[in-house]
C-alpha cells in the first residue's frame, strides 16, 4: 500500500502517520496489487465546530474512487472510524466486482467441507454475505427535477443555496461558462465542484 500522508493545521508527528498507516493496512489484505492512497489529517480552527479534528481518505481503483472522511474530537478516534469505513467500502467494491456471477448469499457462504477457515476468514465471508444480500435492494431513482441553470459567480450561487436552504445548488459559473455545484462542508465553509478538463 502506497500512502500519501498531509495535514493541515496540524503537526503529523511520527505516531500519528504510523498509527493512520497501520489502520490503512488492513484493506490491502483484501487485494493482490498495491493501493495508491492519499490521506488528509485536518483540524478546524473555528471554535464552535465539536467534531474538529477530520480525517479523510481517498483511494483511486481501476478508474474508480472510493472516499471515506470521519470527523470527531480526537484524530485517533477519525482515524479509526474512516479506516472501518474505507474497508467496509473496499470488501463492497471488491464483492461487487471480483463476485459478479454470485447472486446470493447463499453462494458466498456455500464453503468447501475440506476446506478450515481461521475464525477471520469466516467473518469476512459473512460479511461478504451480508453485503451482497443488501445489494439485492438497492436504492432507486424516485424524483427527478428539472430547472434552469444561470450564469452566476460561485459566491453568488453560495447565497442562492443558503436562500434555498439546500445542502447544494448546480449553476452555470459566469467565468468559465461550466456546470458547477457549490455545497455545504461540515466544517461550516462551502466547497464547489468543478469539472475536470
Do not use: W
Request: glycine content about 4%; aromatic content about 6%.
Amino acid at each position: 500500500m502506497n500512502v500519501v500522508v498531509s495535514g493541515r493545521n496540524i503537526d503529523l508527528s511520527p505516531a500519528l502517520k504510523e498509527y493512520l498507516l497501520d489502520k490503512l493496512q488492513r484493506s490491502q489484505k483484501h487485494f493482490d496489487q498495491t493501493l495508491q492512497v492519499s490521506a488528509l489529517l485536518s483540524v478546524a480552527k473555528n471554535p464552535s465546530v465539536a467534531d474538529s479534528q477530520t480525517a479523510e481518505v481517498t483511494i483511486k481503483l481501476n478508474g474508480s474512487v472510493i472516499r471515506g472522511e470521519e470527523s470527531t474530537e480526537n484524530m485517533y478516534a477519525s482515524i479509526d472510524l474512516v479506516a472501518d469505513k474505507i474497508e467496509r467500502q473496499l470488501r463492497k467494491y471488491k464483492t461487487r466486482y471480483s463476485h459478479k456471477g454470485a447472486t446470493t448469499a447463499r453462494e458466498f457462504t456455500a464453503v468447501d467441507e475440506r476446506a478450515e477457515l481461521n475464525e477471520e476468514d469466516e467473518l469476512e465471508v459473512i460479511q461478504i454475505a451480508k453485503d451482497v444480500a443488501s445489494d439485492e435492494v438497492r436504492p432507486t431513482i424516485v424524483r427527478s427535477k428539472r430547472f434552469p441553470l444561470k450564469p452566476m459567480l460561485a459566491d453568488e450561487a453560495c447565497k442562492h443555496m443558503d436562500l434555498l436552504g439546500h445542502d447544494f445548488f448546480m449553476f452555470i459559473n459566469s467565468e468559465t461558462s461550466q456546470v458547477n455545484t457549490v455545497y455545504h462542508r461540515r466544517d461550516g465553509n462551502y466547497g464547489l465542484i468543478e469539472p475536470e478538463v
